[in-house]
């Protein structure tokens, strides 16, 4: 078991757009497993590989936080291809400590993305499953939910982000 640093709001990578991975190798194995164990431990029920400094489209969801296995959901070069519905919930992210904002997501995703054995998968997903695909593709290309926000939610935001990390350290 392997946890990595998860990068915090501020961290350059969590803005940029992550490369494609292309082939599944022993790296990209080794880094989705390290993911997954850096989820379970946070505890989150997603993340994507910028989050935790690698900027590569790989992304891990798992709604059950380890609970179930067959709830563990691993794709690379994730991509939307169906989207249907929309739905207004909050939501947080492991790379935004202590937010949590209500954001509209397509409720209901079809995602085609390769599995760990380079095989293409179509993932589907609803509400909560749905919401968590999205955020973690959005991750790829570089766009956190605070940036879904108003003006006015976001300035509200950066003043308690700078007010958290003034009183200590966020990790
Ligand atoms: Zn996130």
């Known amino acids: 078991m392997a946890l990595r640093d998860i990068r915090i709001i501020g961290d350059p990578i969590l803005t940029k757009r992550a490369e494609p991975v292309a082939a599944v190798d022993e790296e990209i194995v080794r880094l989705?497993?390290?993911?997954?164990?850096?989820?379970?431990?946070?505890?989150?029920?997603?993340?994507?590989?910028?989050?935790?400094?690698?900027?590569k489209r790989l992304i891990v969801v798992d709604l059950s936080v380890g609970q179930?296995?067959?709830?563990l959901i691993v794709l690379a070069d994730p991509e939307v291809i169906r989207q249907e519905g929309e739905a207004t919930c909050e939501e947080g992210c492991l790379s935004v400590p202590d937010i949590r904002e209500k954001v509209s997501r397509p409720s209901r995703v079809?995602?085609?993305?390769?599995?760990?054995?380079?095989?293409t998968v179509e993932v589907e997903g609803e509400?909560?499953?749905?919401?968590?695909?999205?955020?973690?593709?959005?991750?790829?290309?570089?766009?956190?939910f605070v940036?879904?926000?108003?003006?006015?939610?976001?300035?509200?935001?950066?003043?308690?982000?700078?007010?958290?990390?003034?009183s200590g350290p966020i990790l």
């Not at 179930?68 to 709830?71: L, M």
């Not at 940036?147 to 003034?166: D, G, Q």
């Open 68 to 71: 179930n296995k067959d709830d």
């Open 127 to 144: 509400d909560l499953l749905a919401r968590a695909l999205c955020h973690e593709i959005d991750h790829l290309d570089g766009i956190l």
């Open 32 to 55: 989705a497993r390290d993911m997954v164990d850096t989820m379970y431990a946070a505890p989150g029920i997603g993340l994507a590989a910028p989050q935790v400094g690698v900027s």
């Open 110 to 119: 079809t995602v085609r993305g390769l599995d760990l054995e380079g095989r």
């Open 147 to 166: 940036e879904k926000l108003s003006p006015l939610k976001r300035k509200l935001i950066r003043k308690k982000l700078k007010k958290n990390a003034a």
